[in-house]
C-alpha cells in the first residue's frame, strides 16, 4: 500500500497559522462575542472631573427606564473582600492600592468609572447610562508631566544606578547634553476590551475576558473575591491585539463579575473607543536628559541618562526606561536616574517595549548627534563602542549577534551610499535622508507548564494555559510539538487560552516561546520517551530487546533505526489496552545556568525617509530591520512580529500623540479620526533580515525574545533619518511637518 504524505513541520520553516481559517472565517470568538443564556448588557458611566468626590449620585429615573435590571455605584455595590481589606499590589508588578471599582466617592482621574447600568439589551443599558446624574465636590487636579517635574519622587522600586564616574560625559573632550520627549501613546487595538461574567452560585465564576494571562487574570479575581483556585476560570483563547493594554484585570472585568452577582445572570460590557484611552492603560509621557561624552575618536567615556514618566495618585507604574543605556554600549562611567510624577490620571502599564521603547529614542537619538559632532559615521561609533559583555551585571552574554545585525542591515540598505553631510541628498522636491539605530531587550524564560496527550487513533493534544494576542504562539507551540515527536503537524492540536490549562505566565515581556515552549519541548520529549517505553514493553513486542536509543520515532511510529519494524502510536496504546497516555512537566524559569549569563535580544534599523522640502511631510521610505532573537522558531510569523513592530514604530515617530486638555484633565483624540495611526499607504517596504543562530543557555529551542526588540531604537532610526534629510533635529515626538518648517 502507498504510504500516505506525512507533512513533516520543523522548527524554523515558515508554517501558516493554526487559528487563521477560524480568524478569516468569524469563528473565532473573541470576549464580547460570548453569548451566554439569559445574557445580559452593563454600560460604564464615567466621571466628568479629574479630581474631587462625588457629592451626590441620582439614579432615579435610570432604574425606571425600560429593560433595566440594576444600576450600581459605590453606595450599593457588592463588597469585594479584596478591597475591603485594603490589599495592595505588594509582590505584584505594581506598587500601590490598585484601583477599587465603586469603592467610595473619590474621584482619582477623568473618566473614571463610577457607575454601571444593567439592562436587557446594550441600547437599553446606553440609555439608562445617560440618565444618572451626577454632582461633584471638584479639586484642583494636575496633569501635565512638564509642570510637575518638581514633584517627582523616586520609586519604591526603583533605585539610581552608577558605574565607575557620575557625570563622567562632562569632562570629555566631546559632550553634548540634550533633551528628547515622547508623549502619551495609546495600546489602541483593533478589539476593544470586553467582559462576559457568570456566577456559579455564591462562589464560582466564570469570566470571558480579554487578556494576556488567563492564570494571571484568575489569580487576581481569587483574590479580590476570597475564591479558591478550582472556583475561577479565565477563558480567552482568541485576542485582538493588546500590546501590554491586557496585562492585568481592569474596571470592566471587575463591573463585570460585580454585575453578575448582583443580577443572578451573565452581564457583559464592553468598553467604547473612548474609554480604552483611560481605563486600560497607555505608555507614559517621558522627558529625559543625556550627557554623553567621548575622545576625538568617537569611545564612549562617560553617559548619564535621567528620566521622568507619570503615574496615577494610587500606584506607582515602574518601566525600564533607562535599561538600554544600562547595557547597549561599552561605558565605563555611567549613571542614570529615574523618577515618577504622580498625576489625577489613571494608573499606565506595559505597552510595547515598556520603558526600552521610550528610552532608546533618547539614547539612539543621543549617539547619532555624538557622531555628527565627532564627524564619525553613526554605525562606525556604535561598532566602536559594542559592548563584549554585559557592563551592567558584568557576565558574558548568552549569545550576541549585534555585529551581524550591523553587518546584514547596512549592506541590505546600501548604507555606504549615503553621503555624510546632513541635507545632501535630494529626489526631485524630496530631501532624503538615512538613519540607524541599535536596540537591546531582555531575553529570558519563566516557569511553565504543560501536558501532552496521545489519544487513541495516534494523534497527540498538547495543553497550557498560555494566551495568544496575536504573534501567532499557537502556532509555533504546535509547531514545536510536531517537531519534537516527529508527526504529522495535522495530528497535533494546540489547547490554550484557558485558566483551568496548566499553568503558564502572560504573554508579555518577548518570553512567551522561551518559557511556554520550553514546557511544550519537555513534555513531548517525555511523551517520545514514554512511547519508546511501552513499543519495548508491548506483549510479544518484536523490539523486546531493543534499547531507547535504538529506536526512532518518526511520523507517528516508533521504531528500529533501520525502519524494519514500525509501531503506530495508536497500535501501542491498543497493544496496552489504554485509551490514551499523558505526560505533564513544569518546566522551570532561568536555572544555575542562566544566572551565569546575561540574555538580550538586539536589532539594528535601518530607515529611508523623504522629507517635503515645502510642506514638512514625512514618508518613511523603505526599512531594512535586522534582527538578532535567537534560533527563529517560525519565519513566518517571526517576520510578522517585525513588521509589527515597524508599523507601530512610524506611528510613534511621526504621529502618536494622546493629546490632554489639562484644565479638564481630560483626552482631546479619543478616537481613531484624530488620534492618527499608521494605515496601509504609510507603511513603505519593510525588509526583514535575520541572523537565525540559536542561544544555547535560554531555551532548549535556541529562542530568544522577538515581540518587542524590532521596536526598540526604531523611532530614533526615523528621527535620525529626518535629520540626515533636513538638518533639523526634532528632540520631542512626534515629528511632525509644524516641527520641521
Known sequence: MEKAFIKKVQIGDAMDRVDARLKVSGAARYAAEYTLKSVVYGVLVTSTIAKGSIKEMDTRAAEKAPGVLAIINHKNAPKVPGHQAGT????????????????????????????????????????AASLI?????????????KANTSNAITPARGKDYSRGTAYAFKNAPVNLELEYGTPIQVHNPMEPHATTAVWEGATKVTVYNKTQATKLSQQEIMKAFDLKEENVQAISPFVGGAFGSSSRVWPQEMAAIMGAKVTGKPVKVALKRDQVFNMVGYRPRSIQKIGIGATAEGILTGITHEAFTSTSQYEQFTERIVDPTKTLYN????????????????????????????????????????AYALNIDPLALRLKNYAPSDPEKNLPWSSNYLKECYQMG?????????????????????????GMAAGIYKSERDAASAIATVLANGSVVVQSAVADVGPGSATIFTQIAADVLAMDVKQVTFEWGNSKLPKAPGQFGSHTTASVGSAIYEVCTLLKKKLQELAITMPNSELARAQQNDLVVEEGTVGLKNKQIQLSYADILKSHALPQVQVSTESKGGGPEQEKYSGKSFCANFVEVRVHSLTGEVRVNRVVSAVDCGRVVNKKTAT?????????GIGIALMEEAKLDHRYGRHLNNDLAEYHVPTCADVPPIEVLFVDKPDPVIDPMGAKGIGEIPLVGFSAAIANAVYHATGKRIRELPITPDKLL
Not at 484601583?99 to 454601571?116: E, M, S, V
Not at 561605558?331 to 489625577?344: E, F, M, R, S, V
Not at 546632513?422 to 530631501?431: I, L, Y
Open 133 to 145: 446624574k451626577v454632582h461633584y465636590a471638584q479639586e484642583k487636579h494636575q496633569t501635565n508631566s
Open 640 to 648: 510578522s512580529q517585525v513588521y509589527g513592530s515597524i508599523t507601530w
Open 331 to 370: 561605558c565605563p562611567n555611567l549613571n542614570t536616574a529615574y523618577k515618577l510624577i504622580p498625576l489625577d490620571m489613571s494608573t499606565p502599564c506595559w505597552t510595547r517595549g515598556p520603558g526600552e521603547t521610550s528610552g532608546s529614542f533618547a539614547l539612539e537619538s543621543a549617539m547619532d548627534e555624538l
Open 410 to 434: 547596512a549592506d541590505r540598505f546600501g548604507w555606504n551610499k549615503r553621503t555624510p553631510t546632513p541635507g545632501s541628498m535630494r529626489k526631485d522636491e524630496w530631501q532624503v535622508g538615512m
Open 88 to 127: 495592595d499590589n505588594e509582590g505584584s508588578r505594581v506598587y500601590g492600592q490598585e484601583f477599587r471599582l465603586f469603592y467610595d466617592n473619590k474621584i482619582y482621574h477623568n473618566d473614571q468609572p463610577i457607575a454601571l447600568a444593567i439592562a436587557s439589551t446594550p441600547e437599553q443599558a446606553e440609555h
